[in-house]
């Protein structure tokens, strides 16, 4: 997403701060990653940084959330998490955009990419 | 020789050996008359098997050639002929695209049920679930358009009855297609015979790849015949994208193929902060080797050293790996499309080129067209 786009996605409105909260913790370029919900006051006073920890710390996960993590925490081997094109800082508010499901029920989402730094070098 | 079939000539066939009418002139009609004595004309079908012309119901032919050996070599008397007859025949049992090999060299398997799905939005909603090969080729049956005919020919495909035949007919050393009986026939007659031959004798030469294609589509008999057709569509067309990802067989060998992910509209900073729009462009990966990432279209990046198509992306610590493995894949196509996209240190200027100008005498390139 681009800057641009970014800060218009993100204006929420006060209602809208009240919603769910959905994060996804995706492993590098993949599609889908792991999904946790936060209910509404479980996340507003804490930072982004910690509510992926927690979500990476999650107990009882399906064989395919295991692989996922697994996944992930390789990529965070010397990497980092971004938040559309941006190292997370700050509160979930602040990445959060408004989605709905199929059925109409709105919530909030960030998706969140760990990423292993390729610095780019010299070609062998 | 296969012209004078076509022709739809009147002809004899006698002992395997083909006569073909006798042109007619005076010289021809002198040295006949020397041949033919009245009483050797007696009985025409009587002992005239080593005979170079033959009389029979007032006409003339001419020793040709034996039909079988005529068979057996076609392939090199006109090798363009016996492969569009070879073409025919493997197409009409779905031998032709070599879907079997295909389906049993796995490169296409590795790519659709274990790179792939790493790639794509496979889930509705919330869930996140692992998708059999069924359910993929379900999602896949969603997203690309399969046009009809595949689905006819998948009925085909699926239909191993008449490869089984062949095979037992084969393995019984039956002859695969008797010869035509002696006598007066027709040029359109025998050239219909010949090419029921022709295709007789491909089916005997393809023997180890039927029975292969037997063995591959009974392990497919369980499959619903949409994905058969999915699967027909993919193999023959060669190429597919799903949400961004994708792959292209190459055309020198249809075993290979560049797989690729586009990497999206980025924005990379320079070192006074200022913005640059990189344009979307597909990162790939080769199945034969080098095992690198590179960017398929015509490109600049600091990361590329010139602006043009099929480079290799500059990595740091990056060991392409030895053979290709599913895990691979999506490790250097993931490589590639992180270092396009978040390797760029603005305060180190990393890479061949910086985004800003350096006022220095060396040749670069320039990214100001990208500047927002």
Redesign the interface.
């Known amino acids: 997403m ?2 641009t786009d970014l800060k218009k996605e993100l204006q929420l409105d006060e209602a809208e701060k009240l919603l769910p909260l ?1 994060l996804e913790i995706i492993p ?8 946790d ?1 936060y209910e509404p006051g479980s996340y507003a006073a804490k930072s982004l940084k910690k509510l992926c920890d927690k979500t990476l710390n999650k107990k009882n996960l ?4 295991q692989l ?1 993590v697994e996944d992930i925490k390789r990529q965070l081997d010397g990497g980092k998490l ?1 938040s559309r ?1 941006q190292e997370i800082e700050g509160t979930a508010l602040e990445y959060a955009v408004s989605e709905q ?2 059925a109409g029920e709105k919530y909030l989402y960030i998706p969140i990419r760990a ?10 | 020789m296969k012209q004078l079939l076509d022709a739809g000539l009147e002809l004899v066939l006698e002992s395997d050996f083909i006569y073909f009418p006798l042109l007619f002139d005076p010289d021809i009609e002198k040295e006949i008359q020397t041949v033919f004595h009245p009483e050797e004309n007696k009985g025409i079908f009587n002992g005239y098997e080593s005979k170079a012309v033959i009389k029979l119901k007032d006409k003339y032919f001419v020793k040709g050639f034996r039909l079988d050996t005529l068979v057996k070599n076609y392939e090199s008397i006109n090798p363009h002929s016996y492969q569009h007859m070879k073409n025919e025949c493997l197409r009409r049992y779905q031998l032709m695209r070599e879907v079997d090999e295909t389906f049993l060299e796995g490169t296409l398997r590795t790519i659709l049920f274990q790179v792939m799905p790493h790639f794509i939005k496979k889930n509705k909603g919330l869930s996140r679930k692992k998708l059999s090969d069924e359910a993929i080729l379900d999602l896949i049956g969603q997203k690309i358009n399969v046009p009809e005919g595949y689905y006819q020919e998948a009925k085909m495909f699926m239909d191993i009855d008449p490869l089984k035949e062949i095979l037992k007919n084969i393995e019984n050393q039956a002859p695969l297609l008797e010869p035509p009986g002696n006598g007066l026939t027709s040029g359109y007659k025998l050239r219909d015979w010949f090419r029921n031959a022709v295709h007789a004798k491909v089916l005997s030469d393809e023997v180890d790849r039927i029975a292969k294609s037997v063995q591959v589509r009974q392990q497919f008999s369980r499959i619903k015949p949409e994905h058969i057709a999915t699967l027909l569509y993919i193999t023959d067309t060669g190429s597919m994208e799903i949400d961004g990802f994708g792959f292209i067989r190459k055309n020198a060998d249809r075993k290979e193929y560049h797989i690729y992910k586009h990497s999206g509209d980025y924005i990379l900073k320079d070192y006074y902060d200022r913005s640059y729009l990189f344009p979307d462009c597909r990162v790939a990966v080769s199945t034969y080797t080098p095992f690198r990432p590179f960017v398929m279209e015509k490109y600049k990046h600091p990361f590329l050293l010139e602006h043009k198509s099929g480079q290799e992306i500059c990595l740091k610590n990056f060991n392409p790996p030895d053979e290709l493995t599913a895990k691979r894949i999506i490790g250097v196509l993931e490589e590639g499309l992180t270092a396009l996209r978040y390797g760029y240190d603005p305060r180190r200027r990393n890479g061949y080129h910086s985004l800003d100008q350096l006022w220095v005498h060396i040749p670069t390139i320039d990214f100001e067209d990208y500047r927002i």
């Open positions: 681009l800057e959905v590098g370029h993949a599609a889908e990653g792991l999904i919900i399906s064989i395919e959330e996922i971004l094109g499901t199929e990423i292993k730094p390729q610095e780019g070098g010299i070609l062998d």
